[in-house]
């Protein structure tokens, strides 16, 4: 057994476990990823709201 095939060996290993390392961190992150972005949909929802009445303040305040 010559040493280069076993370095290939430990290489590979190494890199599997990096790759289920990294998947396990993604599947663990994804719903906080989520929960985040569901609060972020919410804040823009609640700002399209106050520019939407801000816009029709300002509309009804140039008929007047």
């Known amino acids: 057994m010559n040493p280069i095939h076993t370095d290939f060996t430990l290489l590979i290993q190494t890199i599997s476990f990096l790759v289920l390392a990294l998947i396990i961190g993604l599947l663990i992150s994804i ?28 509309n009804s ?3 007047h």
């Open 31 to 58: 719903p906080f990823i989520l929960r985040k972005r569901k609060k972020d949909q919410d804040i823009l929802e609640k700002l399209d709201r106050v520019i939407d009445i801000l816009e029709r303040e300002k």
């Open 61 to 63: 305040g140039k008929h």
